[in-house]
Antibody, heavy 121, light 109 residues
Framework: EVQLLGSGGGLVQWGGSLRLSCAAS????????MSWVRQAPGKGLEWVSS????????YYADSVKGRFTISRDTSKNTLYLHMSSLGAEDTAAYYC??????????????WGQGILVTVTS | EIVLTQSPGTLSLSPGERATLSCRAS???????LAWYQQKPGQAPRLLIY???NRATGIPDRFSGSGSETDFTLTISRVEPEDLAVYFC??????????FGQGTKLEIK
């Protein structure tokens, strides 16, 4: 059974940093694109970043480029999102999601629980 | 960027009724790259439909997808109380980035 267990959220001051983690199990981690998607309170879904499965190449939304870094530890089957220079617009629930296959052009068939990030002034 | 517009914003139906949710794209989307997700209150989204009409694993057959080019539809043949949720369409043909519709909220009377 595929499981994605997120952690690392919380309150952070404006301009601060935070690292989110997503521990994966039940599948071969490097065979799939892994992504972060966020949802501001009461709002829709926004893609944040993706990491290629076989090539480990990183991709970012323009809204986070230069501030967020996606990475993984294949020995721990864990995906990370390091966030810096946080602003109010980054307040959201963050989800890690597994691609249906190892392609950016694929839907996401498994999602972790939301990790709440609140940026305070 | 392809903009997806969903309608209606809110749909209020009684159990047993048919639900028809629309997703319109600002430009043509290959049906290969259109998905629907269900998000129940307080939960993560769940993949319902991919490639416009393929049901994801474990999804009941009362959920179906159709459409092409710029107009796509999610149909729930007979709504059940457990279908209370927000439904999002997504196009992933231009990924990255992909784009989402703003969602349709399904209320159960």
């Amino acid at each position: 059974e595929v499981q994605l267990l997120g952690s690392g959220g919380g309150l952070v001051q404006w301009g601060g940093s935070l690292r989110l983690s997503c521990a994966a199990s039940g599948f071969t981690f490097t065979n799939y694109v892994m992504s972060w998607v966020r949802q501001a309170p009461g709002k829709g879904l926004e893609w944040v970043s993706s990491l290629g499965g076989s090539d480990g190449r990183a991709y970012y939304a323009d809204s986070v480029k230069g501030r967020f870094t996606i990475s993984r530890d294949t020995s721990k089957n864990t995906l990370y999102l390091h966030m810096s220079s946080l602003g109010a617009e980054d307040t959201a629930a963050y989800y890690c999601a597994k691609g249906y296959y190892d392609s950016l052009r694929a839907p996401w068939d498994n999602w972790g629980q939301g990790i709440l990030v609140t940026v305070t002034s | 960027e392809i903009v997806l517009t969903q309608s209606p914003g809110t749909l209020s139906l009684s159990p047993g009724e048919r639900a028809t949710l629309s997703c319109r794209a600002s430009e043509s989307v290959s049906s290969t790259y259109l998905a629907w997700y269900q998000q129940k209150p307080g939960q993560a989204p769940r993949l319902l439909i991919y490639s416009a009409y393929n049901r994801a694993t474990g999804i009941p057959d009362r959920f179906s997808g159709s459409g092409s080019e710029t107009d796509f539809t999610l149909t729930i043949s007979r709504v059940e109380p457990e279908d209370l949720a927000v439904y999002f369409c997504q196009q992933y043909g231009t990924s990255p980035p992909c784009s989402f519709g703003q969602g349709t909220k399904l209320e159960i009377k």
